[in-house]
Nanobody, 124 residues
Framework: QVQLVESGGGLAQAGGSLRLSCAAS????????MGWFRQAPGKEREFVAA????????YYAESVKGRFTISRDNAKNTVYLQMNSLKPEDTAVYYC?????????????????WGQGTQVTVSS
């Protein structure tokens, strides 16, 4: 089992920045690729970004490419999502997820463990 706890959400103005963190505990964190997803009210959960176990490979949704950066610190068992140039349409609950298999993927069903989510609200 892997337990994931997100933090860092809150209210930001359009054009502003937030940094989300996801702390992992349980099994060896560096064995897992990590991803961030989000879900806005009335919408399906959507992929945001993923990072390989080593941190050397990343993958982004087109909607956040160039604005968001995913990274990880395996010594701290933590994955981050730096969000810059925020837009009102970025408003959602953000979830981190762990995948215990090789390869990066945008499919939620390919992830094994999920956090409880953190709310991000961007005002115009």
């Amino acid at each position: 089992q892997v337990q994931l706890v997100e933090s860092g959400g809150g209210l930001a103005q359009a054009g502003g920045s937030l940094r989300l963190s996801c702390a992992a505990s349980g099994r060896t964190f560096s064995n897992y690729a990590m991803g961030w997803f989000r879900q806005a009210p009335g919408k399906e959960r959507e992929f945001v970004a993923a990072v390989s176990w080593s941190g050397s490979s990343t993958y982004y949704a087109e909607s956040v490419k160039g604005r968001f950066t995913i990274s990880r610190d395996n010594a701290k068992n933590t994955v981050y999502l730096q969000m810059n140039s925020l837009k009102p349409e970025d408003t959602a609950v953000y979830y981190c997820a762990a995948r215990g298999r090789y390869g990066l993927t945008s499919y939620a069903q390919h992830y094994d463990y999920w956090g409880q989510g953190t709310q991000v609200t961007v005002s115009s």
